[in-house]
């Protein structure tokens, strides 16, 4: 996550947070299923293997989506395509002060 946050300063850090969250979700599911794996002595049950693989996974692919969701937002506002497209840059001030690129640098 680190690299889309750094890759995108403006990417809502509502977005980072719950993502961060439901990863930390997944990798609470896994505990307790290696937990119960331990507990039982026998790896191929199946609350087992859809608590250590199933649920992260399904968790991972939803936090990909939900990522490159917000990615899809970001780049659809008009900031963010002037910046993309080789246009001039809105926020570029005659004196030589470009203000998107400050504010992407202090983000990050």
Request: net charge positive; charged share 15%; hydrophobic share 50%.
């Amino acid at each position: 996550m680190h690299v889309v946050a750094s890759a995108d300063p403006g990417m809502g850090d509502k977005d980072l947070r719950l993502s961060a969250e439901l990863l930390g979700l997944a990798g609470f599911f896994s505990m307790f299923g290696w937990i119960r794996a331990l507990d039982l002595g026998v790896f191929w049950d199946a609350l087992v293997l859809g608590l250590v693989f199933g649920v992260p996974g399904c968790v991972a692919v939803l936090v990909w989506i939900m990522l490159v969701l917000a990615r899809r937002r970001l780049v659809s506002r008009d900031s963010y395509l002037s910046i993309g497209s080789g246009s001039v840059e809105k926020y570029n001030i005659p004196g030589g002060t470009n203000c998107g690129l400050k504010r992407s640098i202090q983000c990050v």
